[in-house]
């Protein structure tokens, strides 16, 4: 299996990227001149084309500090081919041995990611690693004074007794780590906690793309702090009873159950813990001079006394920041004072996905790599037949079955889904639809729907850089409050033909032609008509429109006007442009309402478009050929994947695929 190889040339990798020194009988990898110093902060690598660049660098280097590595030939492009054939290459295997770098993450399977309980992390090889996660957190607890031990007896009356659980994970950075959770199931509402009272507000996806797209307009730094124990830091009035042994040794203390902890901060599990730090959160960014937007108060905003707009996001215990980076960096070290925080540094990842981003061009691309090795370690895929160009065959639609699968199939159904609508969401719009399908039969699924998640998920390991794309068309410098942004949104449907059968919504909403929301997503009603259910999908898109001009507005900033919302439906146009209905229009006309009031108001034109440019066509039904490729670059922008699938037809891969389907779908069984 590729898969296989893959982690066998990833371990391999791992082994070799210390520099092998002449001691060790390997000799200096290629033809790199090594410096003197063994100092790696004094020492320095020049990697120059060619040896006669070489000879010459070499004739003007210190050769104490300096060392030279001619790179000799064309090096394979690392981005569009597996590990195990990037390793096979001599020059890119010596510059990785020179270097001293690692390749990949700090895992080589991705269950390795999985979270384990206390006994499981403890009987795995890396037990030392987990022993010292669990005392980092022991400590925490101490330095944050979260507990003191007392006797069963001294715990007041009243006072709730938790039990608890570990929750360990390693980190795809190899780092691992602990936590202590109260079962907080175990409270009473009225007594411990109020029901009405608890739930902590987590940030719009949409005002996460926003975040992306203006700091790419500004060319701004975007930065990212970890609060470490967050949950911490807040008074509570609980009493948590742990396990010791979880804890520390065992030994330390009687296991008679005689004691407690009674806890004097707010801790994890506990069911008002998040609210109760997103507040503390929320005041700690008050006192450093940030307000927090009135149309997401998950989003934070202040204006610089030179001028310049700086920008906070907080998800749960990550905070993003995102301004001009001398402002930035200072935000961050006042910060500081009053959290404890891990300095993350530069956004690489985000939300468990891996961010990639080019200033020069100006774009930022999201993708999820470890998500995607999950596939590849869980699923026991064939080694040939992955020319999976579409993420299902054009025109397809998944039905009722009366075929069944067996529990274990089940579960690969139910696992695979469950990782698809994460990755859709926020690294591959491609998939939508063929996700927003097969979400509606992970119940009970058939091998018709097993044998579809199994193509589409072929279809992501086939084209593995793409991801969703940031690339605003327009420049802002950062202070102008004047300028106005422009927010567009394009709506399409598919009408549900069949008896009983509801309708699909799909749009998608733009700030500077960059994506900052994508929907697929099944009618909540039956429509009786293919304008009724454009209209529909227009009402959606113009909601998210307002949503994203409302959290411009909220920082200061101005909306071109009026927002452009495109429909490939000249019915759903008329009548949002026309202050007329007949009697066959009465039943929409609340939705009809709202677009026109929109209209007179200044806010939203409604214009037609053909379904040629309706990019939101592939979130309402399978599309192939060039139709595909192209609504994907109006997300996605160009990659290698679709970079020459623009020619009208079929392309020869796709011919492929749907000849060969059958033959290769599915998991091995």
Known sequence: ?????????????????????????GGLPGKLADCNTKDPARSEIYIVE????????????????????????KPMNSEKYRLDKVLSNEELSDLVKAVGAGIGGGFTNAQELRPMKYNEAMSMPDADKWAEAVEEEYKRMLDNKVWTVVDRSEVPKGAKVLSSTWAMKKKSNGKHRARIYARGFEQIDGQHYDENDKAAPVVNEMTIRMFVVLIIMANWCAQIIDVKGPFCSVPSNLSIRCAWKCLRDSRSISQSGLCCYLVKQSTDGTKQAALQFWRYLVSGLKEKGYKKSMADVCLYYQWTAAGYLTMAISW???????????????????TMEKFDVDDQGEMEEHIGCKVKRNQQEGWMRFTQPVLMQSFEDEFDFPATGRNKVLPAPAGSQLRKSEDTVSEEDHATCRTGVGKLLHMMKWSRPDCLNRTRELSKFVQHPAIEHLKAMCDLVLHTLNTPNRGTTF??????????????????????????????????????????????????RMQQSISVSVTEAETQSAVECAQDMLFVMHVLQSMGLEVEMPMILEVDNKGTVDLANNWSSAGRTRHICTKIAFLRELKEEGILLVKWTSNVNMSSDVFTKNVGGSDFHRHVKAHCWEDEHNRDNTTKGKCADEETESTASDATSGVDT
Do not use: Y
């Open 1 to 25: 299996m590729l898969a296989s190889r893959a982690r066998a040339a990833a371990k391999a990798a791992r082994e070799a990227v210390v520099r092998k020194g002449a001691l060790e009988g």
């Open 50 to 73: 060619g040896d006669s660049a070489g000879g010459n660098a070499k004739q003007g280097r210190d050769r104490e500090t300096q060392a030279i590595f001619p790179l000799r030939g």
């Open 316 to 334: 749960v215990d990550d905070c993003l920041l995102g301004g001009p980076k001398s402002t930035v960096l200072e935000v961050k070290e006042r």
């Open 471 to 520: 690339k605003p068309e327009r420049k802002w410098d950062g202070r102008d409050k004047h300028f106005k942004f422009r927010v567009g949104g394009k709506s399409d449907s598919d009408f549900n033909k069949e008896e009983g059968e509801k309708s699909v919504s799909g749009w998608s909403v733009f700030l500077e032609k960059a994506a900052v929301a994508m929907k697929s």
